[in-house]
């Protein structure tokens, strides 16, 4: 029998009033970020966005889009859905872009390229511009994993013809994603809006997620007992059982051996291409305090850095965290992934696998380095919900899984302050 381990801590930006505007405190000023484009469209999902610009360039069919060997499926399936064809350029193993080997792969069928900010490091695109200027090729800049910063003197999504976004990662949502340009003006590009339905589905999402881990105040008993009546509904409505699902007894332990890795799901879906991001999504990013969000990600990502520099088995992908940068999760390569994948998991611990599945059809060797980043690179949450009891424990779990020093601590209690 398998199962899903429960995520302890949240994995992602959690919903809480004091995380806007009104409750930001220190009066920084607002960093660099993709809000700052004159030029936006609210989407769902950043996927959907990659989709959105490439019918917006007019792609024909048999267009290659360069796009990175590292890379997970959200990123190809839109271009495969616009009639594109992906070709796989090679990175260096500080992320950024091999430009010699993408220069190698033009052909007289590339149009597009396409580069990514992995885990919100921002790559130097000057040379990279340059390049696309002198090929008269359309460049995408892929800032799922970059909302904020600045690099070279350079803002995030500036260098771009198009930049996109996946809102949902920075900031407390469960969907919303954003196409924008500092470059070209989208007035061609018609969206419609959500029906009520998924409005409402948007807002309840968010609450539900809140309340699951307690962030809702005195209000979350109340929320909790409500989202379980309506999970409880749709059981119901859907002629499900409950009894389905597999279930532990009392005091059972399972090991973290039972734990199986669902299948890869970008959850990318065409015909939502031109959907409108929700008034909801909107609103939280609008009025979110971007210096907290800032803030906060830094100072975890600083923490999580000190606290692995000396553990065994392990390095921190970027040991050193720059001015301008606002990470998106804590990259660490792993020595032994298998070793301890299922027992972090197992555990409780919310890590993600960015490239654990690489597109079937690129051929086996076109770049050593992602395909052994796939494998040994896991990523850690350092958004800005996280407690700091939460960021302690989810510290302390890793250092006892990799230096095998004992029992593991106790899962924080969800309701602590």
């Known amino acids: 029998m398998t199962f899903t381990p429960p995520e302890h801590i949240p994995k992602q930006p959690v919903f809480e009033l004091s995380a ?15 809000r700052d484009a004159p030029y936006q469209r609210p989407v769902n999902r950043g996927s959907l966005a990659i989709a959105l610009a490439l019918r917006h360039i007019g792609l024909s069919g048999r267009n290659e889009v360069l796009v990175p060997a590292y890379h997970c499926g959200a990123m190809i399936e839109p271009i495969l859905a616009e009639g594109g064809v992906p070709v796989f350029y090679r990175i260096r193993a500080d992320t950024t872009v091999d430009l010699d080997d993408m220069a190698q792969r033009r052909t007289p069928a590339t149009r597009v390229v396409l580069v990514p900010h992995f885990f919100g490091f921002l790559q130097p695109l000057k040379a990279v511009r340059a390049w696309c200027d002198a090929h008269d090729l359309i460049l995408i800049e892929d800032c799922a994993h970059a909302f904020f910063g600045e690099t070279e003197g350079c803002p995030v999504g500036t260098q771009g013809d198009y930049a996109i976004g996946s809102t949902w990662k920075f900031f407390p949502l469960n969907e919303g ?3 924008v340009s500092f470059r070209h003006p989208m007035n061609a590009i018609r969206t419609r809006a959500p029906h009520l339905s998924e409005e409402l589905k948007a807002v309840v999402n968010t609450l539900e997620y809140a309340s699951h881990y307690g962030r809702l105040g005195a209000f979350n008993p109340w929320f909790k007992k409500s989202f379980h009546l309506k999970d409880w509904l749709v059981r119901r409505l859907k002629s499900e059982s409950p009894s389905l699902a597999p279930q532990r007894r009392p005091g059972e332990i ?33 009025n979110a305090s971007l210096s907290f969000i800032v803030e906060k990600r830094r100072q975890n990502y600083l923490t999580l850095l000190k606290a692995s520099v ?49 597109w079937g059809e690129m051929d086996e060797g076109t770049c050593p380095i992602s395909e052994d980043y796939s494998r040994r690179i896991f990523q850690f949450p350092c958004h800005q919900s996280l407690q700091q009891h939460e960021l302690n424990w989810m510290i302390q779990v890793l250092s006892a899984i990799l230096t095998g020093s004992g029992s593991l601590p106790p899962h924080p209690d969800q309701r602590k302050p």
Do not use: Y
Request: proline share 16%.
């Open 254 to 286: 399972s090991a973290p051996e039972d734990f199986v890795p669902a299948p890869f799901n970008s959850g990318f879906d065409p015909k939502r291409t031109t959907v409108s991001g929700s008034l909801w999504a909107r609103w939280v990013t609008e």
């Open 310 to 358: 000396n553990l065994p088995g392990c390095r921190p992908l970027f040991p050193h965290l720059p001015e301008g940068i606002v990470p998106h999760v804590f990259p660490l390569v792993m020595d032994q992934p298998m070793a301890v994948f299922g027992k972090l998991k197992f555990a409780g611990v919310p890590i993600i696998r960015f490239g654990e599945f690489l």
């Open 20 to 34: 806007l505007s009104s409750g930001s405190s220190g009066g920084s000023p607002p960093p660099p970020s993709l």
């Open 177 to 179: 994603g954003c196409l």
